[in-house]
């Protein structure tokens, strides 16, 4: 199977064609998802050198166990998260939230790029971050599949392993906060039109 032709697959698919031996399929799967595995693992290791550990311990187990995947059992993006954060968690056993880390990053693209994906954070902007820093862990967590790695809510339910119910709960609960906290750092910290409109734009849209 040529390249050209693997790219277009769905995960489903590439993942059906590695089972029947083709490993170009797999090669493009891994290309697919490699910079969104980083950017999984950057959160909660915030390490680079750990980070390309973990994404390279992640495909490992998935050339292992893709073969033996089924549909029913949910997508293999959604296989690959539950991977990741089981990798992380044995790579960093006493989890921190990402606030307790603000005073070692700076106000760079280049992090947030790591952090949020280039194409979604204002860019230069830490105080999208810093907002999502305060929230609970579960909410921080559907609130940045859902705006930074494009993930439906119903996805995000599987791939956490809760119900739709719960994940919309969680969002709608975390949706609030951040709004308000983003207005109140607008006042406190006296944020400009053009800076304020750059966060709101993370924050809105229809939920998917």
């Known amino acids: 199977m040529m390249m050209t032709e693997t790219n277009q697959l769905s995960d489903n698919d590439l993942i059906k064609a590695y089972r029947n031996g083709e490993n170009a399929a ?3 799967f891994i290309r697919r998802h ?3 595995m980083f950017r999984l693992a950057y959160r909660r290791l915030y390490d680079t050198h750990q980070c390309n550990d973990a994404v390279q311990e992640v495909f490992f187990r998935a050339c292992k166990n893709l073969r033996k995947w089924r549909p029913a059992g949910g997508s ?7 991977t990741m954060t089981l990798v992380c968690m044995e790579m960093n056993r006493k989890v921190k939230r990402i606030g307790e880390h603000f005073a070692k990053l700076d106000d760079s693209a280049e992090w947030l ?4 994906g280039p194409c979604n954070a204002p860019e230069g902007n830490i105080w999208t ?8 862990d579960r909410q921080r967590e559907i609130m940045v599949l859902h705006f930074f790695e494009d993930l439906t809510l119903k996805e995000i339910g599987k791939a956490l392993n809760i119900s739709t119910g719960s994940v919309k709960a969680s969002y709608s609960k975390g949706l609030k906060k951040l709004r308000l906290r983003m207005s109140e750092l607008d006042h ?3 944020q400009g039109q053009r800076q304020r409109q750059g966060r709101e734009k993370v ?6």
């Open 26 to 28: 797999f090669d493009s």
């Open 34 to 36: 490699q910079d969104t």
């Open 76 to 82: 293999p993006f959604t296989w690959l998260y539950r």
């Open 113 to 116: 790029a790591r952090v949020a």
């Open 129 to 136: 971050l810093q907002v999502l820093s305060e929230l609970p």
């Open 188 to 190: 406190g910290q006296g």
């Open 203 to 208: 924050f809105t849209g229809r939920v998917k």
